[in-house]
């Protein structure tokens, strides 16, 4: 299994039992956290870049791995997202750099599991 899957999985599993409780305190704050990543003045990628950023600089692993997926939903490229590495690696400082090899690690992996179609069989009908 894939660190993304991996991750994927347990964070889905693990919500549902958070929500599973039906505490209104707790849902209402993850419904928080959903609408602030919405479209608004910034649009969702500008967003997700930002979390990111804070994230490293929080030196919060699953919160980096979050937004990196988020990231790459958004289309973020290459470039872009060794910018911003740059920006929290700036802004936090050299402990940031081993969140920094995490982030690299599973943004590799987001690349990796990006799965093309199979080729449709010329007699396929």
Known sequence: MSI????????????????????????RFFNL????YQDGALDVKTKELLG???SMVLRCDDCIKYHLGKCY??????????ELFAIANLIGGSIVIPHFRRAVEYWE???????TPPPVHPHAV
């Not at 939903?73 to 060794?82: C, D, M, R």
Request: proline share 0%; glycine share 0%; aromatic share 6%.
């Open 4 to 27: 993304v899957t991996e991750f994927n999985d347990y964070r889905q599993r693990m919500n549902e039992k958070i929500m599973a409780a039906d505490n209104k305190v707790i849902k």
């Open 33 to 36: 956290d959903t609408n602030t």
């Open 52 to 54: 990111l950023a804070c």
């Open 73 to 82: 939903e958004e289309k973020v490229s290459e470039e872009e997202i060794y």
């Open 109 to 115: 992996a987001l690349k990796e599991e990006t799965v």
